[in-house]
Every structure is written in structure tokens, then in C-alpha cells.
């Protein structure tokens, strides 16, 4: 975000941008979608917020589409997965929108990864 700051002059004005770094926790999904009837081990990792919310897991055998919605800190974060069939998307958006997407090769592992909030 940046913001204006407009300093009076004598004879007219200065107008300076300065940017504003927001440090707060941010709106993270990280989605899988594949094949009909297929399944997916899931492991995830992000920067935890304050809260303790966010950091890694995993998960054995979940359904398709999956999807986690979490609170995380600015940094790395991933997502990776293999399914038990097909072919798996993963996403990963920030404040509803996307910024990591990898489609991976059938019964291969998919990984999206980045930092986000940077």
C-alpha cells in the first residue's frame, strides 16, 4: 500500500509516495483438485501467524478437491501432493487471488511453492 504526503510550500507543493509495508497475517488457501473418486497424501508448510495458526501438516489419503484456508505470515509457503490416480492442480491464493499453480504429470507428485505476501 502507499501513501501520499502532501508538504506545503511557499510556492506550491511536494508530493511524496511512501511505501507502506503491511506486516499483518494474510488470507491463504491452498487448494488440490483431480481426477473424480481420487485421493491425495497432502503436505503443506507456511509461516505461522501469531496466533500459532498456519506452519506445516499433513494429511494421508484426503478427498479431491481439498482445500485449507488458513491465517499465515509473509514468507515461504508450499504445497505438495501425490495422488492415487490422475492428474492433480495445486493452487495457491493470497487474499482470493492466485499466485502459485502447478499441474502435475498422471499419479506424479504436484508442487506449488513461493513466497507469498512479498
Known sequence: ????????????AIVLATGCRNTGPLDVTFRLTG???ATADVHYRS????DGTGG????RAQRLPWRLDSMVNRGPAALEATPSKGVLTCTIT?????VVKA???P????????DIGR
Do not use: W, Y
Request: hydrophobic share 30%.
Open 56 to 59: 506445516s501438516g499433513s494429511a
Open 107 to 114: 499419479g506424479r507428485k504436484v508442487r506449488c511453492s513461493g
Open 35 to 37: 481426477d473424480p473418486g
Open 94 to 98: 493470497v487474499k482470493g487471488r492466485e
Open 1 to 12: 500500500m502507499r501513501s501520499l504526503i502532501v508538504v506545503p510550500l511557499a510556492v506550491g
Open 103 to 105: 499441474t502435475g504429470r
Open 47 to 50: 509461516e505461522p501467524d501469531s
